[in-house]
């Protein structure tokens, strides 16, 4: 169960039977120590932490507004990947992509990492004045910083001091205006002129060739021939800030020079003003805010739930932290240990309280019923992108390719076109599935239309990605039951795993059992055992009488079919879904 537990939270995979059996017949009493090591060292990792970071960076590979056309920006996230995988300190990770393009004699590298800012919604609609879209884009990176690095609701104060905490007007346009000196547009061209022409990115960008790719910009998944345009930040269009009154941006109010809240830290004198100055005063260790912020939103990931419950307000109206102490000395420490994200990571893990069973015992539900004193390990249901992989890779279908273009799965037909609206001249119009290998790909790879995100994850509370998210919300709906049942890509994967067990496992009587463990990394119980062989039983004498339907059940999804009898993998096939929509196999434990 740990080692389920643990694989799920660093790589959002199962682990594999090999690794099972091999940690299980290890008698050294490092083994929990030996499997987060492995974990953390597997390139899975780099994709699970980055699947988190996606939220916080609002991307997505469409510019969102009404045309919703596509962008290329799946470099930028190669190169989280990437700096997730190497371990980049988390204070580096941040300086990066706030301000690499200013850092002293910049690699392209560190300039492909602000695309991070240029991840918000961008307008691809003609008749729109320019100057006000443009302040929205510096908007969007303002109100990010504070939601997603220092966890403030920093937005509040756009239009008036805020209600609540210490952030006043001033505060927010001095901060705005560190994003305010990018040569940008609100309407750059239009989409149609875009894509006719195979440019997907709006200035400024970088141009990404073979050359590059072969050297510096190796870790991008590019196709050989291909020159991929990324939007990435410079600093080479000065414009004075004003304090908008009322946040309106026609109506400009007081002039005001970079600056930060001195309520959190005042800004050294020392430090230059602009995006690399602003990126050294977020990493500062003696700024209160980003160690903790970073550091509670690691562990909700791994709980559930951050020791302040609003991970996205650290503000006076947020949560208070269950346990303070914990938390500041976790903060202190992760960055005594020079911004570690593994090191953090590893620390927890390995504590008795990560390792508690999450039994609820009456005791436990006595005393503390929401688990607010974390009396045992939590249960939680795993976010759309991990069960779909957690399925795709218990049924051997999961294309394990690292970093990419975005690919298209299966999704219900004419979605796509029932939202269109205005002329779609960006090449989103209608949804084309790929074929072959890109239907298995990670779900990290899926591509993401603003005005229609991926069905399969928006049903598990995926948000639109219009702005940043840290925290999403947790629903149980019918829906949400349907898709575990219906989906192609469900269905698919259980005639898949029900083939290959008929294939390889010559005992027949050994089949249910071999699923079991494929899927829920555990034998089962002989209770358990008793009624899915029963359910086997019952599903194969009616397949038997039925052999049209176990054919048309069979046909699902695009995978080629193995030559196994249509009626046992028919019934094969339903036991494994049953295994499948089991609050066990959903469930994070």
Avoid at 117 to 126: K, L
Avoid at 500 to 511: G, H, P, R, S, V
């Amino acid at each position: 169960t740990l080692i389920r537990r643990m694989a799920l939270d660093l790589t959002g995979l199962p682990p594999n039977a090999d690794q099972v059996k091999r940690y299980l017949n290890n008698t050294s009493g490092d083994i929990l120590e030996r499997a987060i090591d492995e974990f953390l060292a597997s390139p899975t990792y780099g994709e699970r932490m980055t699947q988190v970071w996606l939220d916080v960076a609002r991307y997505a590979d469409s510019h969102g507004y009404q045309d919703d056309s596509y962008r290329s920006m799946w470099p930028w996230r190669d190169w989280v990947i990437h700096a997730f995988n190497n371990n980049m300190p988390y204070d580096e990770f941040l300086t990066e992509q706030l301000a690499g393009d200013l850092m002293p004699n910049a690699t392209k590298e560190q300039v492909l990492a602000t695309g991070f800012n240029r991840n918000h919604p961008i307008t691809q609609e003609g008749g729109v004045i320019q100057e006000e879209y443009q302040s929205y884009y510096v908007v969007d990176r303002t109100n990010t910083l504070g939601k997603g690095i220092l966890g403030l609701t920093l937005e509040c104060a756009k239009c008036h001091d805020h209600k609540y905490d210490q952030l006043s007007q001033r505060d927010y346009y001095e901060i705005y205006s560190f994003f305010n000196n990018v040569d940008e547009k609100g309407l750059q061209k239009t989409a149609g002129d875009a894509f006719r022409k195979g440019y997907f990115a709006d200035a400024p960008y970088i141009t990404i060739t073979d050359e590059e790719t072969n050297g510096v910009l190796s870790f991008i998944n590019k196709a050989e021939g291909e020159t991929v345009d990324v939007m990435v930040m410079n600093d080479s269009m000065p414009r004075t800030t004003y304090i908008f009154n009322r946040g309106e941006y026609d109506s400009p109010g007081e002039e005001v020079t970079p600056n930060a809240p001195e309520i959190i830290l005042p800004f050294s004198e020392n430090l230059p003003k602009n995006r690399l100055g602003l990126a050294q005063w977020v990493t500062d260790e003696n700024n209160p805010l980003t160690s903790r912020v970073f550091v509670n939103r690691v562990w909700g990931m791994l709980f559930g739930r951050g020791l302040v419950e609003t991970s996205e307000d650290f503000g006076v109206q947020g949560s208070l932290p269950t346990h303070p102490q914990l938390l500041d000395w976790l903060a202190k420490d992760f960055m005594e240990h020079d911004w570690d994200i593994k090191y953090l990571l590893k620390k927890i893990m390995l504590s008795a309280t990560y390792q508690q069973s999450s039994i609820a015992t009456e005791e436990s539900k006595k005393a503390d019923p929401d688990n607010k004193w974390l009396s045992r390990a939590p249960r939680f249901r795993m976010s759309g992108e991990i069960i779909r992989d957690y399925v795709l890779a218990t049924s051997g279908l999961l294309n394990r390719e690292i970093g990419g273009p975005s690919v298209k799965p299966y999704q219900p037909p004419g979605l796509w076109e029932e939202t269109n609206a205005g002329n779609n001249r960006g090449g989103l119009t209608s949804y084309v599935q790929d074929e072959g290998d890109k239907l298995y790909r990670r779900s990290l790879y899926t591509l993401w239309k603003r005005t229609l995100p991926p069905p399969s994850m928006s049903i598990f509370d995926a948000p639109n990605r219009d702005i940043c998210e840290v925290r999403r919300q947790k629903t149980n709906t019918p829906l949400q039951a349907l898709a575990l049942q219906n989906d192609v890509q469900m269905l698919e994967a259980a005639r898949v795993l029900s083939e290959n067990t008929i294939t390889d496992t010559k005992d027949a009587e050994q089949w249910v059992t071999t699923v079991f463990q494929r899927i829920l990394v555990r034998n089962p119980k002989e209770e358990e055992k008793k009624v899915l062989e029963e359910y086997y039983t019952d599903a194969l004498d009616k397949f038997l009488n039925d052999r049209e339907n176990a054919e048309k059940l069979i046909a699902q999804g695009e995978y080629k079919r193995l030559d196994t009898d249509p009626a046992k993998t028919a019934a094969l096939m339903l036991t494994a879904q049953v295994i499948y929509n089991l609050d066990e196999t959903i469930t994070k434990e």
